[in-house]
Nanobody
Framework: VQLQASGGGLVQAGDSLRLSCVLS????????MAWFRQAPGKEREFVVV????????SYADSVKGRFTMSREDAKNTVYLQMNSLKPEDTAVYYC?????????WGQGTQLTVSS
């Protein structure tokens, strides 16, 4: 399985941005998809996870109400819509695909939020 994340960039506080992650080499609907992020000098942290059928989505408290994850099975793609961005959201964002013992990571996309 390969994951290709895109959509990062440099924005100002309060702006919005949408990240995308395309999965290839696997049956997309089988995978639990998630986003993580890693800020400079910090450990990678959980952002949001979405179940295989999209019925359930769970967010980290730090992004709840501002970020929305969605998945489009027909395009093998998950999205992370990020609104009301804050400087503390600055990080490399990674998408993750999990299917039982198979756990795959994308290459990450950089988001920088200036104050």
């Amino acid at each position: 399985v390969q994951l290709q994340a895109s959509g990062g960039g440099l924005v100002q506080a309060g702006d919005s941005l949408r990240l995308s992650c395309v999965l290839s080499g696997g049956t997309f609907s089988r995978y639990v998809m998630a986003w993580f992020r890693q800020a400079p000098g910090k450990e990678r942290e959980f952002v949001v996870v979405n179940t295989r059928n999209g019925d359930s989505t769970s967010y980290a408290d730090s992004v709840k109400g501002r970020f929305t994850m969605s998945r489009e099975d027909a395009k093998n793609t998950v999205y992370l819509q990020m609104n009301s961005l804050k400087p503390e959201d600055t990080a490399v964002y990674y998408c993750n695909a999990n299917f039982y013992l198979q756990n795959s990571w994308g290459q990450g996309t950089q988001l920088t939020v200036s104050s």
